[in-house]
């Protein structure tokens, strides 16, 4: 008896995220980068990192922590709710990502933390943070 071994990756819920916010302002992995390119100075943008999850060879389940960085407190929370409004929506949507022979669809999305202020190091600088749930399969290749 042969048995076939699924090569199909789950798509990296990080780039997936990091197309489906950019809408809302500069993505990465990495806390932003000021415009002036100082490290002191304050950037404004989302930050994605994956924090756990599971996957039972069917759908993943990944855990994912999302910073909104701001110089000003109200610009966190304001970016904040407007990433936590447009992840109550992401199910069902198409999702073109790079490298990813076709577009990839979330199935749920749930809130485990929402957006709140959180201490930096940079007394200058504001963030929130808020902690998601998704699901979603391995995208079909044939």
Known sequence: MVVELDETLFPDIQEVLMVYL????????????????????????IQINRVGGHNDGFSDY??????????????????????????????????????????????SCRVDTPPESEPYENP??????AFYALSLQKPWRR
């Open 22 to 45: 950019a809408p809302l302002g500069e993505t990465d992995t990495e806390p932003p980068v000021s415009p002036s390119g100082n490290p002191d100075d304050v950037g404004i943008g």
């Open 124 to 129: 200058d600088a504001r963030r929130e943070v």
């Open 62 to 107: 990944p855990r994912v922590q999302i910073t909104c960085h701001h110089p000003d407190p109200r610009g966190a929370s304001l970016l904040a709710r407007k990433v936590a409004n447009r992840l109550e929506n992401i199910a069902g949507e198409a999702i073109d990502v790079e490298d990813e022979p076709k577009p990839i669809c979330i199935d």
